[in-house]
């Protein structure tokens, strides 16, 4: 069955450092995700991707986060100056158009789980 | 906006007793509806989900939910718990058509299944 990847599963980083999160999404999916769960606490959208764009985005998605699909298979997330409060693990999801339209699910990596110290 | 309330934050129950993790969401129009489990360092497990149609929808590992349009609740419901059910279970609702595609859960419940 096929799955959405990630990588790493957990990366330690000095605060101030710069991180990359990669994710493999499902090869016909065309809708991409990235949430964040810090620990204990509910999972959060940060963004949206389509069509080589942010689609949608929320709040915590500031200046210092950047989403790129820089080939036709990955789809990462950039934390470009690391802060503590960015220790989570982060989930990439995706999704077919017809899955979109027909059920609306998301399918969901295991997750890299970053720790900033 | 969309939101999804677990009012419960943990959820304890002995194997074999029935269990329900409880659901309510707010959104615009009709929504599609979902419920999440997550074990101990694994990523999100799609479990089931509302689209439209029979308002008891079945999902994986025995595991069924009620939407109740009226009370705009989406109970997580199974007959019989196992031990092996004991996992984060999130709620999470999603608008149709406008309002963008995102996925909004809510704060997860812990379901705990003792012996």
């Known amino acids: 069955e096929p799955e959405v990847t990630q990588t790493p599963s957990h990366q330690v980083t000095q605060m101030g450092q710069e991180v990359i999160l990669r994710c493999v999404p499902i090869?016909?999916?065309?809708?991409f995700y990235w949430y964040r769960q810090i620990l204990g606490q509910k999972v959060e959208f940060l963004v949206s991707f389509y069509n080589n764009e942010i689609s949608e985005k929320s709040e915590i998605f500031d200046d210092q986060f950047s989403v790129e699909r820089p080939d036709g298979s990955n789809f990462t997330l950039k934390i470009r100056s690391t802060k503590l409060e960015d220790s989570a693990m982060y989930f990439c999801a995706s999704a077919s158009p017809r899955g979109l339209a027909n059920t609306g699910e998301l399918f969901f990596g295991e997750g890299s789980r970053l720790t900033v110290l | 906006a969309q939101s999804v309330a677990q009012p419960e934050d943990q959820v304890n129950v002995a194997e074999g007793n029935p269990l329900t993790v409880k659901c309510t969401y707010s959104v615009s129009g009709n929504p599609y509806l979902f419920w999440y489990v997550q074990y101990p360092n694994r990523g999100l497990q799609f479990l089931l989900k509302y689209i439209t149609g029979d308002n008891l929808v079945k999902g994986s590992y025995g595991f069924e939910a009620e939407f109740n349009k009226s009370q705009t609740s989406f109970h997580l419901k199974k007959p019989s718990a196992l031990v092996s059910d004991s996992a984060l279970y999130f709620c999470?609702?999603?608008?149709?058509?406008?309002?963008?595609?995102?996925?909004?859960f809510g704060t997860g419940t812990q379901l705990k299944v003792e012996l």
């Open positions: 090869s016909n999916h065309l809708y």
């Open positions: 999470a609702v999603r608008m149709r058509g406008g309002g963008g595609n995102k996925l909004t």
